[in-house]
C-alpha cells in the first residue's frame, strides 16, 4: 500500500466548466540543496492535455509508461525523429519553466535584502538588480564563497538562531564587492542591519516570507501566469511535491489574485505520476527540456 501523497491544495466547491486542468512535473530537482548539486538547472513543465489525448501521445510515440524517462528517450535509435513528433503534439499545449539554480539563489539575495520579501515576489519578474548582480559569477572563490554563505544563512529547516551565518555572509559580501561595477554597487546596498533584520525574521519563523531556497514555488507562480492569460482560471495536477505544502499554496494563490477578484490558481492537487499519463508527459518535456534545451522550439 503506497503512502498518501503529501502537499497540496485541492479546490474546494464545485469547479465551473471554464478552469483550466494542467499537468505538472519538474527535472533536475535537488531540495534545498542549490549548490551541490550535479543538476546545475530545474525544469518544471506543464501541459494542457487530457488523460484520453496523453495515452495516445504515449501511444503514438511507441512507448509504455515504464518507459517515459527522457534519458532512454533521447538514446533510443529513432531519437530525432521520435522528438519531433512530441514536440509537434505539444505545439501549443505546453510550457517549460527553466530555473539556473545559481542565478535563482541571486534573486532571492536580492528579493529578501533590496526589496520587501513576500509572496507578490513570487508573482512579477526579477528585480534589475539580480541581473547586475550576476555580473559578477566570474570572481571564482568569492562567487562561490558568497553564494554558499548567503544560502547557509537563510536555510530555514535546522535553523541556530543567533549561530555565524550573518557574518560569515557578510565577509563574504564584503570580499565579492571588490568586483566593483553595477555588482559592487548593488553589494554596496547591502546593508548589516538590513541582514541582521531578515535573519531575525527568519529565526522568528516569519511565514509571509517564502522560503528562500525553494525554487518550485517561482516555477509554480510562472507556470499559472503562462496559463492565465484571459483571465483564465487554472486548476494544477502535479507530481507528488513535498515544497508544495497547502500553506505556501494558499499563499501563492492570494498573492496570484488580483484587486479583489478570484485567483485564477483555483487548486493544487497531488497526483502519483505512474496512474496519470498527463503528468509522464510532463516529466518527459521537462528532462528533455533539461538535458537537450535547444530541442524546444525558441519561445
Known amino acids: 500500500m503506497s503512502s498518501p501523497l503529501q502537499g497540496g491544495l485541492p479546490p474546494s466547491g464545485t469547479l465551473p466548466g471554464s478552469v483550466l486542468e494542467i ?34 501521445l504515449i501511444g503514438s510515440l511507441g512507448l509504455s509508461p515504464v518507459e517515459l524517462k527522457s534519458g532512454w528517450f533521447l538514446r533510443r535509435p529513432d531519437a530525432p525523429e521520435a522528438l519531433e513528433r512530441l514536440m509537434a503534439a505539444l505545439r501549443g499545449r505546453a510550457h517549460v519553466h527553466r530555473i539556473d539554480k545559481e542565478y535563482f539563489l541571486v534573486t532571492q539575495v536580492v528579493d529578501l535584502l533590496l526589496g520587501e520579501p513576500s509572496y507578490l515576489t513570487l508573482t512579477r519578474s526579477p528585480r534589475a538588480e539580480a541581473g547586475h548582480l550576476y555580473q559578477a559569477r566570474d570572481a571564482g572563490a568569492d562567487w562561490d564563497a558568497f553564494l554558499g554563505a548567503f544560502a547557509g544563512m537563510v536555510r530555514t529547516r535546522r535553523r541556530i538562531p543567533g549561530g555565524p551565518d550573518a557574518g560569515r555572509f557578510l565577509r563574504a559580501r564584503d570580499a565579492l564587492a571588490r568586483v ?33 531556497l525553494e525554487p518550485m514555488l517561482r516555477a509554480l507562480a510562472d507556470t499559472i501566469r503562462h496559463w492565465t492569460f484571459g483571465q483564465r482560471q487554472v486548476l494544477v495536477i502535479h507530481d507528488e511535491q513535498s515544497a508544495l505544502t497547502a500553506a505556501r499554496l494558499a499563499r501563492l494563490q492570494r498573492a496570484l489574485a488580483v484587486d479583489d477578484g478570484p485567483s485564477p490558481f483555483v487548486g493544487l492537487v497531488m497526483a ?6 498527463r503528468i509522464q508527459i510532463a516529466d518527459l518535456l521537462a528532462g528533455v527540456a533539461r538535458r537537450r534545451p535547444q530541442a524546444l522550439p525558441a519561445a
Open 272 to 277: 502519483d505520476s505512474r496512474a496519470d499519463p
Open 23 to 56: 499537468a505538472c512535473d519538474e527535472s533536475g530537482f535537488s531540495g534545498a540543496n542549490l549548490l551541490r548539486s550535479t543538476e546545475p538547472v530545474i525544469t518544471h513543465a506543464s501541459v494542457d492535455l487530457s488523460v484520453a489525448e496523453a495515452v495516445d
Open 180 to 212: 566593483g561595477g553595477p555588482a559592487g554597487a548593488v553589494l554596496g546596498r547591502i546593508t548589516d542591519a538590513r541582514v541582521a533584520a531578515v535573519v531575525a525574521r527568519l529565526d522568528d519563523g516569519d511565514r509571509s516570507i517564502p522560503p528562500p
